[in-house]
């Protein structure tokens, strides 16, 4: 899976775009969707954490924190902005922070308290979407534009992806 800088390496302009909606109120806002124990899914709100180098998550002691102890996959979804209807999305994998720096760094710049039980996770990138609706789409009556969606995917989680580039 590719880390953020990766993915933004690969596909500017998605991830600007997607990176844009996770902060338009200004701290990360975004639904993570992760794995319960019995398979089922799990919706949470989240503050991700967005820098130049990778995407974020710090995650006190809760249900999502132990369902990516246990099963890192995840899912992340912008939350709606006011006066459309664009979304942005990302999955991958979490994994915990071990790096004393970049917890550091990231705590404080943060103000992440010591007291409090909270652990960092980077979210990797398999799949990245978003999707623009246009300015009216929130709006009743609104003229029906189609949606213009852009997409991206790691080729490395590709399926025959090593196999068809003669890995």
Known sequence: MASWSQFTAASPQLAAGIRALLLQYGPGLGYLATIRPDGGPR???VSPVVTDEALYCFLVRSPKRDDLGRNGRYALHSYPPEDNDDEAY????AT??????VIARLADALNASPQIDWRLFELSVDAAML???GNGAARPFAA???PVTHT?????SIP???VAAGA
């Open 96 to 101: 915990p922070v071990q790096d004393p720096r």
């Open 152 to 156: 991206w995917r790691d080729p490395a």
């Open 131 to 133: 999707r623009r609706h």
């Open 90 to 93: 990302v999955a991958g994998c």
């Open 144 to 146: 029906i534009v189609p």
């Open 43 to 45: 919706v949470h709100p």
């Open 160 to 162: 025959g992806a090593l």
